[in-house]
C-alpha cells in the first residue's frame, strides 16, 4: 500500500493564480481530511469528507475548495491564491470505523505552498 | 468552543531520561478522543498514542504512555527512556463525534545527547 499520496511535494504560486493540491489514498479509508500547517499554529482544518459526495467545512475553508467524486481521492483547490495561503498543507484519511471521527488519521507527506 | 492548549512550546531531555508533555482541552462533551501525533524532521505526521475518554485506563505503547485527567480535562504524555529519535514536534489532538479534529500548537522536543 502507498498509504496517502500528495502531489506536488513543492509549489510556488503567484498571487491570483489558481491551483489544485492532489491527495488520494489507497486503504479505501472513508474519512478524508485536508489541513494547513503554519508555524505557532498547529494544524487546521481546512475541508473534511465522509465519503463520496459528502464534504464539510472545518476550521479555515475560506479560500478553498473541495470535492470528493471517489473514495480514493480528495483534491484541494486554491481559486485565487493569496500570500496568507503561503502554508504546508496535510491530507489524512481514516478508516471512519467510529461515528464522528476518533480513528488514527494516517498523513501524507505535505505540500509546501509559497504564494508570492 | 472546543480548545487543546499545549503550554510548552519547547523542551528538552537527556537521552536515556523521562520527559512528560501538557496537553490541557475544553469540551463540554463526555464522549471523545484524544491523540498524541509526532512530527520528525522529515514532517511526516505520526500517530503517537490514542486514548478515549470513557475508558479508564490511561493509554500506553511502549515508552509512550499517558496521564489522562478526564475531570480536569488533562491528557499529558510521558516519554521514558527517551531517545535521540524522540526528537520531533509533538501535537495533542482532539475529536468528539464531529469529525472535526483540534490540534495544538505543538511541543518542539528535542533529546540531548
Known amino acids: 500500500n502507498a498509504g496517502v499520496t500528495q502531489t506536488p511535494k513543492f509549489q510556488v504560486l503567484k498571487t491570483g493564480q489558481s491551483m489544485t493540491l492532489q491527495c488520494a489514498q489507497d486503504m479505501n479509508h472513508e474519512y478524508m481530511s485536508w489541513y494547513r500547517q503554519d508555524p505557532g499554529m498547529g494544524l487546521r482544518l481546512i475541508h473534511y469528507s465522509v465519503g463520496a459526495g459528502i464534504t464539510d467545512q472545518g476550521e479555515v475553508p475560506n479560500g478553498y475548495n473541495v470535492s470528493r467524486s471517489t473514495t480514493e481521492d480528495f483534491p484541494l483547490r486554491l481559486l485565487s491564491a493569496a500570500p496568507s495561503q503561503t502554508s504546508v498543507y496535510f491530507c489524512?484519511?481514516?478508516?471512519?470505523?467510529?461515528?464522528?471521527?476518533?480513528?488514527?488519521?494516517?498523513f501524507g507527506p505535505g505540500t509546501r505552498l509559497t504564494v508570492l | 468552543a472546543q480548545t487543546v492548549t499545549q503550554s510548552q512550546p519547547e523542551m528538552s531531555v537527556q537521552e536515556a531520561e523521562t520527559v512528560t508533555l501538557s496537553c490541557t482541552y475544553d469540551?463540554?462533551?463526555?464522549?471523545?478522543?484524544l491523540f498524541w501525533y509526532k512530527q520528525p524532521p522529515s514532517r511526516q505526521m505520526i500517530l503517537v498514542i490514542r486514548q478515549e475518554a470513557y475508558k479508564q485506563q490511561n493509554a500506553t505503547e511502549n515508552r509512550f504512555s499517558v496521564n489522562f485527567q478526564k475531570a480536569a480535562k488533562s491528557f499529558s504524555l510521558k516519554i521514558s527512556d527517551s531517545q535521540l529519535g524522540d526528537t520531533a514536534m509533538y501535537f495533542c489532538?482532539?475529536?468528539?463525534?464531529?469529525?472535526?479534529?483540534?490540534f495544538g500548537t505543538g511541543t518542539r522536543l528535542k533529546v540531548l545527547a
Open positions: 489532538a482532539f475529536v468528539s463525534g464531529t469529525y472535526k479534529y483540534i
Open positions: 489524512a484519511s481514516s478508516g471512519d470505523r467510529l461515528a464522528g471521527g476518533g480513528d488514527e488519521q494516517f
Open positions: 469540551t463540554s462533551e463526555s464522549n471523545y478522543y
